[in-house]
């Protein structure tokens, strides 16, 4: 059974950099048919997509992230990591990595399994 | 970007009732490209529905989903006590993916 860990710190000082890594096990990261995906949620509110990679290093960001976003690979360790730049008080939420689906010609579809999400603060 | 809309922002309930969730989109969503999950207080959203009306794998039958468009409805026949929870669709059909901003099922 395919399961996703997140790890990284819970707390990040303003202006500085978040980096967390989502370790993939019952399961090959370097799998044709999905791709892998971070998502965050603030505090009481709703989902957002942050971006996706493919095993073979190929991206897609949210355009609201993308000037800030860096989402790598490391198949030899069957992790792939997320990194977002300048952490503002408004970047707090729980973010979550998940496996992202194929739909015919669409790349990317619905995100299942999810890991069990860890919080990150933005506080100094 | 699509804007995914859902009513009610809050269901009220009692087990056994049936429960009806909307999820409308800001404009038509490609090829019917939408999903559901359900997320209970502290987990991580649970996949039920994709491709609008397709059940994942291990899900009850009783959670159906319905629509095109830029209507779309998830239906639980008959709710069971583990059903309590927010709902939350998502659409893939456009770049970049949205979710709604979920429906909270709660206990009459």
């Known amino acids: 059974q395919l399961q996703l860990q997140e790890s990284g710190p819970g707390l990040v000082k303003p202006s500085e950099t978040l980096s967390l890594t989502c370790t993939v096990s019952?399961?090959?990261?370097?799998?044709?048919?999905?791709?892998w995906a971070w998502i965050r949620q603030p505090p009481g509110k709703g989902l957002e997509w942050i971006g996706t990679?493919?095993?073979?290093?190929?991206?897609y960001y949210n355009p609201s992230l993308e000037s800030r976003v860096t989402i790598s690979v490391d198949t030899s360790k069957n992790e792939f990591s997320l990194k977002l730049l300048s952490m503002t008080a408004a970047d707090t939420a729980v973010y979550f990595c998940?496996?992202?689906?194929?739909?015919?010609?669409?790349?990317?579809?619905?995100?299942?399994?999810w890991g069990q999400g860890t919080l990150v603060t933005v506080s100094s | 970007d699509i804007v995914l809309t859902q009513s009610p922002g809050t269901l009220s309930l009692s087990p056994g009732e049936r429960a009806t969730l909307s999820c409308r989109a800001s404009?038509?969503?490609?090829?019917?490209?939408l999903a559901w999950f359900q997320q209970k207080p502290g987990q991580a959203p649970r996949l039920l529905i994709y491709?609008?009306?397709n059940t994942a794998t291990g899900i009850p039958a009783r959670f159906s989903g319905s629509g095109s468009g830029t209507d779309f409805t998830l239906t639980i026949s008959r709710l069971e006590p583990e059903d309590f929870a927010v709902y939350y669709c998502?659409?893939?059909?456009?770049?970049?993916?949205?979710f709604g901003q979920g429906t909270k099922v709660e206990i009459k």
């Open positions: 019952g399961g090959s990261l370097r799998s044709s048919s999905y791709y």
């Open positions: 990679i493919y095993y073979s290093g190929k991206t």
């Open positions: 404009q038509s969503v490609n090829s019917n490209f």
């Open positions: 491709g609008a009306s």
């Open positions: 998502q659409q893939y059909g456009n770049s970049p993916g949205t």
């Open positions: 998940a496996r992202q689906a194929t739909a015919g010609a669409r790349k990317l579809a619905w995100f299942d399994p």
